[in-house]
C-alpha cells in the first residue's frame, strides 16, 4: 500500500522561507511523478509543481521563480523550497503521487500539512 508523509510545515513570516518534504513507502519511488497540490480555506486545490523520475519539473503560476521542487530517489522523497512567502500561499500543501500505466493512471495523496504564511 502507497502512502505518502508530508512534514516541515508551519508558521512563517512574509517574505520567509519554508521546506516541506514528502517520503513514499510501500512501493517503488521511481514509478512516480510526484508533486504538491495546496488548497487555501474556500478555494479549490490547486497544483503547486510536479517533478517526474527523470527530474523534470514544472510549476504552477503563481509560485513559478519563487519555489523550487526536488526528488532524492535514493531517500524516496521530494521536497519543496518555498522562498519569498506571501500570505496567500498560506494553505493545506498535499503530497501527490502518480503512477501511469498505459491509459490508466493511479493517484496517491498525503494527509496534508499546514503552511501559514503571517506576520
Known amino acids: 500500500q502507497v502512502q505518502l508523509v508530508e512534514s516541515g510545515g508551519g508558521l512563517v513570516q512574509p517574505g520567509g522561507s519554508l521546506r516541506v518534504s514528502c517520503t513514499l513507502s510501500g512501493s517503488l519511488f521511481i514509478w512516480y511523478t510526484m508533486g504538491w497540490y495546496r488548497q487555501a480555506p474556500g478555494k479549490e486545490r490547486e497544483r503547486v509543481a510536479d517533478?517526474?523520475?527523470?527530474?523534470?519539473?514544472t510549476y504552477g503560476d503563481p509560485v513559478e521563480g519563487r519555489f523550487t521542487i526536488s526528488r532524492d530517489n535514493t531517500k524516496k522523497t521530494i521536497y519543496l523550497e518555498m522562498g519569498s512567502l506571501k500570505p496567500e500561499d498560506t494553505a493545506v500543501y498535499y503530497c501527490h503521487a502518480v503512477r501511469w500505466i498505459g491509459p490508466d493512471h493511479f493517484d496517491y495523496w498525503g494527509q496534508g500539512i499546514q503552511v501559514t504564511i503571517s506576520s
Open positions: 517533478i517526474t523520475s527523470g527530474g523534470l519539473a
